[in-house]
């Protein structure tokens, strides 16, 4: 009996869609290149539900022919390429001719196009895979796509599918990296019948700016710095961070003709042209375009076409990394220093012209520091030393004798006082314990939220005069994800605007903090640690608050707040450090104090 038989379309179009489509971002994905590829100069996307009940994209664009509505949505049909050869000089978005076949194969699918020779235009109707109508119809110039109801016959898809929060989050992410690389074209998204973004066309900068800047913060262009090269091989072009403005969790967008892409090896080209300038665990911000040959790239790796494959990849690396090390440099944001400089060495001073000469120094050439120093003067080597092991069988005949570390005093009743406005000095049994006070009061606070949050007993107090808190459209979704617990804790918010929401009610323990800034570095926080959970955003939003609630360095304490803080802090399971890794306590023991008086 036969085994192998054909799959049917409908089938076989849900199978190639699991690569395609995976989830409302990746329709959104390809719809809009779809748009772009077909000339669009203004494109709306319209979602609700985060894309789940309807994502749906309009475009002024050349629109199709009634045929070429119809076998638009046929596997591998496309007006992209037509032979092999083809894919090797690639300038549009799409070509494989699977993107519009795979999300009718798992949606209900409703297009409406006209071209503009054509009096009327084109209504097709499909769902699952199955055509239910296609006719004539009244519509503007260009393409509306509607796609409803995302994953209706796969229902364990759908099921996978994360909260509304992190889906909207998934199809603003892929919205950035169209409209960050086409900005003469003007974009708008809305959402639930809300507009989240209104970008007008203009240039590169003024889109980064529409994206990631905030009218009531400084510009966000203006800390960075342009790059510019032009080889045979590729040009280059973009803008970077100056290396005070890098943060933990950076904006890093690389493009290749027009086309968003992830490339690590290139991202280390740009990271090694900062070695040296940034702190621990800071990343740099970038939006760099590349502009390269089509044959030179091959970009038929992948469905999604985000990886790239370079032929002359270490050639690039190295033009890209001296392109930013240039650009930082020129702004003399990258002093070099030589070291092989010969001479006397040049030093500026005020009102003078002096220099000084490079300092000498006597060198031992035979000093070795792991060779005993018997090895190296005989004459010096101990006589007789043999007789200090006299009497010792091993190991066991040994006790070493470690400093007693200073016990936990009695916060009820132990003698503490304050110093420099920073720390207390608590005397124990055994030598004397240091606490940051600053630092003890945070942790003391977090614990306290922590536990705020697990129960929503958070205390609350009413502000005279509401304050607004306006953020951009990444920072809205992200504050709208977090809302449930901002409340518990003791915020009293409202939205006002898409952008922005009345702050009418804070947590207790921030009744003498601005309330703004405890916001913006909690949201800050949660970026850039990447919390996903509600577990770790909880942890950021806790932290946050107790940063900005503890008790600020330089703040005289009495004695009665000086006990409570270090009652409660020697409460916590772990008191000696933070949950960042910073010390709280510092224990110095009685030998280790004995010793500075030797």
């Known amino acids: 009996m036969d085994i192998i038989h054909l799959l049917p379309d409908s089938v076989a179009n849900q199978i190639a869609a699991g690569e395609v489509i995976q989830r409302p971002a990746s329709c959104l994905k390809e719809l809009v290149e779809n748009s772009l590829d077909a000339g669009a100069t203004r494109v709306q996307v319209i979602v609700r539900d985060a894309g789940r009940t309807l994502l749906q994209v309009i475009d002024d664009g050349m629109g199709m022919s009634e045929m070429d509505a119809r076998l638009a949505f046929e596997r591998h049909a496309t007006s992209k390429i037509r032979e092999a050869q083809d894919l090797f000089s690639l300038r549009t978005m799409g070509f494989r001719g699977e993107a519009l076949a795979s999300i009718c194969a798992v949606a209900q699918v409703e297009m409406t196009t006209r071209r503009k020779e054509d009096e009327t235009g084109t209504l097709l109707e499909i769902h699952g895979s199955d055509v239910v109508r296609q006719e004539p119809c009244s519509c503007p110039i260009g393409t509306n796509i509607k796609v409803s109801n995302l994953f209706f016959n796969v229902p364990v898809r759908r099921k ?175 002093p070099t220093i030589d070291f092989d400089t010969q001479g006397s060495i040049e030093i500026p001073v005020p009102q003078t012209n002096r220099s000084v000469n490079r300092p000498q120094m006597s060198v031992d050439p035979n000093y070795n520091p792991f060779h005993t120093r018997g090895a190296i003067y005989p004459d010096r080597a101990p006589k007789n030393w043999e007789s200090l092991y006299e009497g010792l069988s091993g190991p066991r005949d040994l006790e070493i004798s470690t400093p007693r570390e200073p016990d936990i005093p009695d916060a009820e009743s132990c003698a503490m006082w304050q110093y420099g406005g920073k720390y207390i000095f608590v005397p124990t049994e055994g030598g004397l314990m240091l606490i940051n006070q600053h630092r003890a009061h945070a942790a003391v ?87 996903n959970t509600q577990v770790e955003w909880r942890e950021q939003i806790a932290q946050g608050l107790a940063e900005s609630a503890a008790i600020p360095y330089g703040q005289t304490l009495t004695e009665t707040e000086m006990r409570d803080i270090v009652r409660r802090l020697l409460q916590l399971p772990s008191y000696r450090r933070s949950s960042e890794g910073k010390i709280i306590v510092s224990l110095l023991s009685d030998e280790e104090i004995g010793k500075r008086f030797m």
């Open 160 to 334: 996978f599918l994360k909260t509304d929060q992190t889906e909207l989050r998934n199809l603003l992410n892929e919205f950035y990296h169209i409209v960050l690389v086409y900005p003469k074209v003007s974009f708008t998204f809305v959402h639930n019948d809300e507009i989240l973004l209104e970008l007008p066309a203009g240039t590169e900068k003024q889109r980064i700016e529409a994206v990631f800047g905030n009218p009531k913060k400084n510009v966000y262009t203006s800390a960075f710095v342009d790059i510019k090269t032009d080889t045979e091989l590729v040009s280059i072009h973009g803008f970077v961070v100056k290396p005070e403005n890098a943060t933990r969790k950076a904006e890093q967008y690389f493009f290749v003709n027009g086309r968003y892409m992830r490339h690590p090896y290139f991202t280390k080209a740009v990271l090694t042209a900062y070695s040296g300038m940034l702190g621990n665990d800071y990343q740099p911000s970038f939006f760099i375009y590349f502009d390269i040959a089509p044959e030179a790239i091959d970009v038929n790796i992948h469905p999604t076409k985000t990886e790239i494959k370079f032929a002359d990849e270490q050639t690039i690396f190295q033009i890209l990394m001296a392109s930013v090390r240039e650009a930082l440099g020129k702004f003399s944001l990258a």
């Open 445 to 531: 606070l977090r614990a306290q939220f922590l536990e705020q949050l697990g129960t929503n007993q958070g205390a609350m107090q009413q502000l005279l005069f509401p304050e607004i808190l306006e953020l951009p459209q990444d920072e809205m979704v992200l504050m709208t994800q977090l809302l449930p617990d901002l409340r518990a804790i003791g915020f009293d918010l409202e939205q006002l605007t898409p952008n922005s929401f009345s702050i009418q009610g804070i947590p207790a323990q921030l009744a003498n903090q601005s309330v703004l800034p405890t916001l913006h570095t909690i949201l800050s926080q949660v970026r850039e640690r990447g919390a």
